[in-house]
């Protein structure tokens, strides 16, 4: 049931209780004019409120939406230069939905799965040198709860001195905001066939 009809109903119902209640018997005159001026009052407030609308458009700054949007993305890159795994775990929606797709086509299901990860880049033999972020283009929701991007990552890294990198790598993702926080739920690398 939409909310226009839920409205209509409340006040309809909500009107007939308080013309229901406003011709009790046994009142005095004086007491129920009183209490048929309240009843009338209650019912054209009920009827006001019901009839207001609730769906107002939420008042959203994409502006600074965004900016915290990019640092979120840049951060699912950026903490492996210094390996701080705190940030990774603020970031990845930390849940059994989460999913990431990698271009070796392995697919990670859920954060305690991603968290295993750790061992690989927590390793000394493993070492991030820079990444490059570009054409990112973020959309956000009218409700401004979620967010998805595209872009072209370079992601440069050595494992035991040898190149181990990404290059010119589609990458693209999901964010949800969960209380107040934006969230990485989803994410997609993948290279182009040449």
């Known amino acids: 049931m939409n909310i226009k009809v839920q409205k209509i109903l409340i006040a309809f119902f909500s009107h007939l209780f308080l013309l229901i209640y406003c ?3 046994g009142e005095k005159p ?3 004019k009183k209490t048929q001026k309240i009843c009338l009052i209650i019912s054209i407030i009920v009827l006001l409120i019901s ?3 609730y769906n107002k458009e939420i008042k959203i700054d994409k502006t600074d939406e ?4 990019k640092e979120v993305i840049n951060g699912a890159i950026g903490w492996a230069k ?3 795994f705190t940030v990774s775990d603020r970031i990845i929606a930390n849940d059994s939905n989460y999913l990431e797709v990698d271009p070796e086509n392995r697919i990670v299901r859920g954060f305690k799965e991603f968290k295993k990860n750790e061992a690989f880049f927590a390793d000394p033999r493993f070492r991030a040198v820079r990444y490059e972020i570009r054409d990112l283009k ?3 929701s009218q409700s401004g709860t979620v967010a998805w991007y595209y872009c ?3 992601d440069i890294n050595e494992w035991d001195g040898q190149p181990a990198s990404w290059m010119n790598t589609r990458w693209t993702g999901v964010l949800e905001k969960r209380e107040g926080k934006w969230v990485i739920v989803q994410m997609h690398f993948s290279f182009a066939k040449e």
């Open 82 to 84: 210094n390996k701080d």
């Open 23 to 25: 011709e009790r018997d």
């Open 51 to 53: 009839c207001t609308n």
């Open 66 to 69: 965004i900016t915290l949007i």
């Open 152 to 154: 072209v990552l370079d």
């Open 138 to 140: 973020i959309d956000l």
């Open 30 to 32: 004086m007491e129920k």
